[in-house]
């Protein structure tokens, strides 16, 4: 399969399209993860806190690939930040996945409030040296949070992880990212499915003979993003990987961009999130 990669600071690289595994169970992860490499995905985002790191890593042992020809991610639950904490949660997704490395590993939120983000940075630069996660990035994370850990370590985080769909674009991140040389990664890329139904990319997909999760999908493609859908829906995990065969038009993407409405977060705001 030949599918689009960005390649981060660091040298290694991710590829564009993957799979989010939020709110899979445990029980049906591995076949779901089955069926995403099947249709040729290779890079599959889990957490600590989805609670079904075993099922993926079975998911990735049973595929019949290489597990170095598949990109695994998987986050620092918020409860484990802190330098040592986070050595030993480190251990213990390594153990539920049952791999000796991740390709990247995400402190899933700044959680400001308990003033640890930076310590846990510093064990996320520890785990790098030792090459047990190739890339170390962050999730949810605003500027400010970013030049803080930079300021501190000197070590920028390969990509950053946002809520980003069409609906809420944060290009003020997009920027602040680029100029860091950080990677931009969407989640909630549909927005939770709730924007497949919004008329203007129904009109784009009409067009195209394309579903509307195809061209957000790509949009999110052609703007450079990495981009993770979720489903547990076999003919809807394949029907979200085809979307390399076709391109959004300079009309259609002018048309998207103007559908960005500042501030209609879904998910929680990363500055105030108690949790
Ligand atoms: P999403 O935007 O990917 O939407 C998923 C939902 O859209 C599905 O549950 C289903 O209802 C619907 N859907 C999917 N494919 C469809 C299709 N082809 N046709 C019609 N409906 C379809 O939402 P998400 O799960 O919130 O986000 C994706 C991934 O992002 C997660 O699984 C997770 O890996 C990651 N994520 C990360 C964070 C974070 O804090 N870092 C937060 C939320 C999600």
């Known amino acids: ?3 689009p990669i960005i390649t981060f600071h660091d040298g290694h690289s991710i590829p564009q399209v993957g799979l989010g595994v939020w709110q899979t169970p445990q029980e049906i992860a591995a076949p779901t993860v089955r069926t995403a ?3 040729g995905y290779r890079h599959i985002d889990t957490a600590s806190g989805y609670d079904n790191e075993e099922g993926v890593g079975e998911g990735i042992r049973s595929s019949g690939l290489d597990r170095k020809d598949i990109f695994v991610t998987t986050k620092l639950r918020n409860t484990d930040q802190g330098y040592d904490n986070t050595l030993r949660a480190f251990d213990g997704s390594l153990k539920k996945l049952g791999l000796d490395y991740v390709d ?3 402190v899933h ?4 409030h308990r003033g640890l983000y930076t310590e846990t940075w510093k064990a996320f630069v520890r785990i790098k040296e030792e090459g047990r996660a190739r890339s170390i990035g962050v999730s949810n994370f605003y500027p400010e949070h970013l030049e803080r850990i930079i300021g501190e370590t000197g070590v920028v985080p390969v990509i950053n992880q946002i809520e980003l769909h069409p609906d809420f674009q ?3 991140a997009q920027e602040a990212h680029k100029k860091l040389n950080i990677a931009t990664e969407s989640w909630s890329p549909l927005g939770q499915g709730q924007f497949i139904s919004n008329p203007v990319i129904g009109e784009i997909a009409r067009k195209h003979r394309k579903t509307p999760a195809q061209v957000i999908i790509r949009w999110h493609v052609d703007t450079g993003l990495v981009v993770i859908p979720k489903s547990v829906t076999p003919s809807r995990i394949e029907e979200n990987f085809q979307v ?3 391109k959004l038009d300079a009309d259609d993407m002018a048309a998207i961009a103007k559908l960005d409405s500042a501030g209609a977060r879904m998910g929680p705001d990363p500055m105030t999130a108690a949790f």
């Open 1 to 3: 399969t030949t599918q």
């Open 37 to 39: 490499i099947a249709a």
């Open 104 to 106: 990247l590993y995400l």
């Open 109 to 112: 939120w700044p959680s400001p």
């Open 170 to 172: 944060q290009k003020a």
């Open 244 to 246: 390399f065969d076709f």
